[in-house]
């Protein structure tokens, strides 16, 4: 089974650029938004090295929405290839 970790400011942005580049996407999981975008970091790479896990890179402009940053987990069948 692969998976991957993410933080976004934007989670239905992010879940729908890595739903075009993973296949079967699925057993998302979303955390509480974090206090702010270095704590979500920091949640990131705890669990990037506690579950031996990739990262999945954010492709969202922040500079003009309002951001709540938030850590994510999926499970998928491998990338699409695109």
């Known amino acids: 089974m692969a998976a991957r970790l993410g933080v976004t400011p934007d989670i239905e942005t992010s879940k729908w650029q890595v739903e075009r580049a993973f296949k079967n996407t699925r057993n998302w999981k979303v955390t509480k938004p974090f206090a702010s975008k270095k704590d979500a970091n ?11 896990l990739e ?14 940053w938030r850590g994510f987990y999926f499970e998928h069948d491998g990338p699409t290839g695109h």
């Open 42 to 52: 920091s949640w990131l790479t705890e669990k990037k090295e506690e579950m031996k």
């Open 55 to 68: 990262i999945v890179k954010q492709k969202i402009d922040t500079s003009r929405i309002r951001v709540e």
